[in-house]
């Protein structure tokens, strides 16, 4: 509950219009854009010069009007209100479902396969490309920072292939080269560390506490480096027992092996098939109050908390209390040795993807000026080019003209502004997630269609706050925040990342965005039901809900160090993805994971007909990677003979 009213929060405050603070003016854009209001004809708001889709705060990620059409279709509704579909007369050589990475690659590695006049058109049911990797802008003064609204870096616990490495250096990206970008020292040297906020409800009192051994699940990195008396500060003064604190310091700082009669294989086999909190608990022997510490580590990682994730899983994350199991995990050195961020994460990728489709849809030539290169969304659906990005458009309706043996084309129907047209296309690839597939493709197999549905995605929340400065984290020293018992588990700042025009902020007296991130979920529940009621959650929470839960969080944890929400929150940009991460699978959950046999994504990606099928959840591993690996076989598929 809170212990502040609205008005001491700010709710009141306007912040979605042109607002000035202090004499800093923020032009922070419009929430709920009513896209059908720019448009030159009602039927193209891409065409309006005023449609740009990165600026706008509020609800985004699942934004509201983006997921109307696939709701109704779930629920047997759609048809009934939809009149009789437009023909455009359009024909293609592909058509595209879904404009994510994978999208976007398949018409990368098409172009390649069939020449640059292949004429290929992505449907995307957003109103900007991208999917998961989604730029948020915000203005402020004559500036413009930048944010990342989903997926954040290029990083993979397994090695880029080499076809997704070749994607990214044909785009230009030189991932050796990001320490040039990056200013690594300069949180440290501000004497800003990464901290976790012990909440009284969860913990009996409020307090901000060095965190001493700092873990995958913020977005910090390798910058989260423990402070230099982080360990003294947190056994003086984290307000869990004395015990559970000498718990945490041996689970991190101890090499102890918790199954000494095992060899590797067999400890392996033992912690995939116990709960990472059965491992702390029975085999660690740790105080509740560990749990009640560790309890949400996983969630941004995971999508659900440590009694829900392998305790294989956990160790193989680098999470404390392996360190002397022998089950070190060298896929952190990979993920660590290829890593990459922009400001806007990877929706870097993303529009350098579209450049090289429709170059004159993004200004520029390198990797570093697409950093702050504007987008002419009015570009993206030209009747000359060969490549057309239409968005706004659900597919509704994904059929073979006849005989999917022997049909020479495939008619798509998508819904767009309330009405429905359809496309013909000698081929059709889906990178849309697989749950919506078997709404739109009634022709699969059943057994396909039963498999596409299993891959449930994980829910997640990544909120941009625009602050008017960062004079509170720097009194309090610190970067990133992990709060167990918080609305949003994790607040951080960004890496301190400037490349090409783009300039992060560093100084304490500039506006910086901060990105505060969340996966809802319900302890105790199977991880797929524990995502099934996230998803709920996520969609009937309002903005201002939400905005509330942030507004409360940063004033209890930065309130100490003179923070005043309703001063200093400028803006606020709250990325909903109830359909977030690939579902992957886990030896708890999982059976087949142990017990092998075909898995669901090697039945729900099989080709049928003119059909292929891409995106992350192919590879049921929610990473880049996967989804430009799944492009490449899905386009595969459809040009080898
Ligand atoms: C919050 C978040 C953070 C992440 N962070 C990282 C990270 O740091 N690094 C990393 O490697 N990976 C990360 N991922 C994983 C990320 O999903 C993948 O990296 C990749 O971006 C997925 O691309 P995709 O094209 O497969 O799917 P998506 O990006 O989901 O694209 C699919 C598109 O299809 C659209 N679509 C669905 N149905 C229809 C329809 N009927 N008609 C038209 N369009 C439709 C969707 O709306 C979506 O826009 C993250 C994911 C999330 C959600």
Redesign the pocket.
């Known amino acids: 509950m809170s212990d502040h009213n609205d008005r001491e929060l700010g709710m009141k405050r306007n912040i979605t219009r042109r607002d000035f603070l202090n004499g800093v003016a923020v032009t922070a854009g419009a929430t709920l854009m009513p896209w059908h209001l720019l448009a030159a004809d009602d039927s193209d708001p891409q065409k309006s010069p005023a449609y740009y889709p990165p600026a706008l705060t509020g609800l985004r990620g699942s934004h509201p009007g983006?997921f109307d059409a696939?709701h109704s279709l779930r629920d047997g509704t759609f048809w009934d209100a939809a009149g009789t579909p437009q023909d455009t007369g359009e024909t293609y050589d592909l058509i595209i479902?879904?404009?994510?990475?994978?999208?976007l690659s398949a018409a990368h590695f098409y172009r390649k396969a069939a020449g640059a006049n292949a004429r290929i058109l992505i449907?995307?049911?957003?109103d900007d490309f991208?999917?998961?990797?989604k730029r948020n802008e915000f203005r402020v003064s004559n500036r413009t920072l930048i944010g990342y609204g989903?997926?954040?870096?290029?990083?993979?616990p397994e090695p880029y292939s080499a076809v997704a490495k070749s994607v990214i250096e044909e785009l230009g990206i030189d991932v050796t080269s990001f320490p040039k970008y990056l200013d690594r020292n300069l949180y440290g040297s501000m004497g800003r560390v990464p901290k976790i906020f012990f909440d009284k409800e969860t913990f009996g009192s409020e307090k901000l506490v060095d965190d001493p051994c700092p873990f995958p699940g913020g977005e910090t990195y390798d910058l989260a480096v423990a402070g230099p008396n982080a360990w003294a500060n947190f056994m003086a003064e984290a307000p869990i027992a004395e015990l559970a604190r000498k718990d945490v310091s041996r689970l991190c700082r101890e090499k102890k092996d918790y199954l000494p009669q095992l060899n590797a294989e067999q400890k392996k086999a033992r912690l995939a098939r116990i709960s990472y909190a059965q491992f702390l608990t029975e085999l660690a022997g740790v105080h509740g109050d560990v749990i009640r510490l560790y309890q949400t580590i996983s969630q941004t990682l995971f999508g659900v908390g440590i009694e829900a994730i392998a305790a294989l899983d956990a160790a193989e994350t680098g999470y404390p209390g392996f360190s002397g199991m022998g089950t070190e995990p060298a896929a952190l050195s990979n993920e660590r040795s290829y890593f990459f961020h922009f400001p806007d994460?990877?929706a870097s990728i993303a529009r350098l993807l579209v450049r090289n489709l429709i170059p004159e849809a993004i200004p520029g030539n390198s990797a570093t000026d697409v950093v702050t290169a504007k987008a002419n969304y009015a570009k993206l659906d030209e009747r000359t080019s060969p490549v057309r990005i239409r968005l706004n458009?659900?597919?509704?309706r994904v059929k073979h003209a006849g005989d999917p043996a022997r049909a020479t084309d495939v008619e798509i129907a998508?819904a767009r502004g309330g009405k429905v047209y359809t496309a013909k296309s000698k081929n059709c690839i889906l990178?849309?997630?697989h749950v919506?597939i078997p709404y739109?493709c009634e022709e699969l197999p059943q057994k396909q269609r039963d498999a596409l549905a299993s891959a449930q995605k994980v829910p997640?929340l990544?909120s941009n706050v625009l602050l008017r400065n960062s004079a509170a984290f720097q009194k309090l020293g610190a970067n990133s925040i992990y709060a167990p018992g918080g609305y949003h588990t994790h607040v951080d700042m960004d890496l301190p990342v400037s490349i090409g025009e783009y300039r992060c902020p560093r100084a304490q007296d500039e506006p910086l965005v901060v990105h505060m991130s969340k996966a809802p979920c319900r302890a105790g529940l199977p991880a797929r039901d524990q995502h099934s009621l996230g998803r709920i959650e996520l969609y009937s929470t309002t903005f201002e809900t939400i905005e509330r839960k942030i507004r409360e969080q940063l004033a209890r944890t930065l309130g100490p160090g003179g923070f005043d929400p309703a001063r200093d929150i400028m803006a606020i940009t709250v990325n909903r993805?109830p359909h977030?991460?690939?579902y992957e699978y886990s030896s708890l959950w999982d059976k087949f994971v142990l017990e092998g046999g075909e898995t669901p994504c090697e039945i729900a990606r099989k080709p049928y007909g003119r059909i292929t099928i891409a995106?992350?959840?192919a590879g049921a591993y929610?990473?880049?990677?996967e989804?430009i690996n799944q492009a490449w076989r899905a386009v595969g598929e459809l040009t080898k003979s």
């Open positions: 983006s696939a479902v879904g404009g994510g990475i994978s999208g449907l995307d049911n957003h991208g999917g998961h990797a989903g997926t954040y870096s290029i990083e993979s994460g990877n458009s659900t597919a509704v998508y990178a849309c997630w919506v739109i997640l990544y993805w977030g991460y690939a995106n992350s959840d929610a990473y880049t990677d989804a």
